[in-house]
């Protein structure tokens, strides 16, 4: 998951600049897309520096893989909620990989 996870990061990082806070009291219009993204948050926060980067490392796991490109076409077909997806995991993921020494 992690292996999956490190490749969108990386399509978040250059969105990073398109980076605005959501209102913490507005409800998402997808739930199960917060969900995803709580999964991607605490996998990148749980995780230790040395973890991640042995992930990189790691060949992509075919069903992971298959997963990922689902993701990314919701994400691109709907930019509503690519919009919010980005909103939630860009700044938690950069500060993780910043931390690790993973981005300038």
């Known amino acids: 998951m992690i292996r999956g996870c490190f490749a969108v990061a990386f399509l978040f990082l250059f969105m990073l600049a398109l980076y605005v806070p959501a209102a913490s009291t507005q409800q998402s219009e997808y739930p199960v897309m917060d969900k995803v993204a709580q999964k991607v948050i605490d996998k990148y926060q749980t995780s230790s ?3 991640l980067k042995a992930k990189k490392e790691q060949p992509a796991d075919p069903k992971q893989d298959a997963m990922k490109q689902r993701v ?33």
């Open 49 to 51: 520096c040395e973890d």
């Open 72 to 104: 990314i076409g919701m994400l691109k077909s709907d930019p509503k909620m690519r919009e919010q997806f980005l909103n939630k995991v860009a700044a938690p993921i950069a500060n993780k990989m910043f931390e690790c020494g993973m981005i300038p």
